[in-house]
């Protein structure tokens, strides 16, 4: 069964970067299976897809989020990261790693998310 666990830190200073690193078992990122992706939900709001890599390392971005994104990978170690630049408070969310498979991100493995903070 595939796992996936998010980490990074609760708080974030407004225009600092916001890093979070989701580490998978259970699966291989390297595999031909799924992309895996980073999903978002602000309080009271719906979920925001992020963007995705897939086995290879390409990545799709939601263009509306890809200036300021950037989705990379570790195989060593089986993680995938992901770094949202010049963080605002609108950027406050529950942050997602996910698989992408066949089917669309509903039908994957999601991680208990993590919350994310930004305020000075």
């Known amino acids: 069964q595939v796992q996936l666990q998010e980490s990074g830190p609760g708080l974030v200073k407004p225009s600092q970067t916001l890093s979070l690193t989701c580490t998978v078992s259970?699966?291989?990122?390297?595999?031909?299976?799924?992309?895996w992706a980073w999903i978002r939900q602000p309080t009271g709001k719906g979920l925001e897809w992020m963007g995705t890599?897939?086995?290879?390392?390409?990545?799709n971005y939601n263009p509306s989020l890809k200036i300021r994104t950037s989705i990379s990978r570790d195989t060593s170690k089986n993680q995938f990261t992901l770094q949202l630049n010049s963080a605002t408070p609108e950027d406050t969310a529950v942050y997602y790693c996910?698989?992408?498979?066949?089917?669309?991100?509903?039908?994957?493995?999601w991680g208990q998310g993590t919350q994310i903070t930004v305020s000075s």
């Open positions: 996910a698989t992408d498979p066949p089917g669309g991100i509903l039908y994957g493995y």
């Open positions: 259970g699966g291989s990122i390297t595999a031909n299976y799924y992309s």
């Open positions: 890599i897939d086995y290879s390392g390409n990545t």
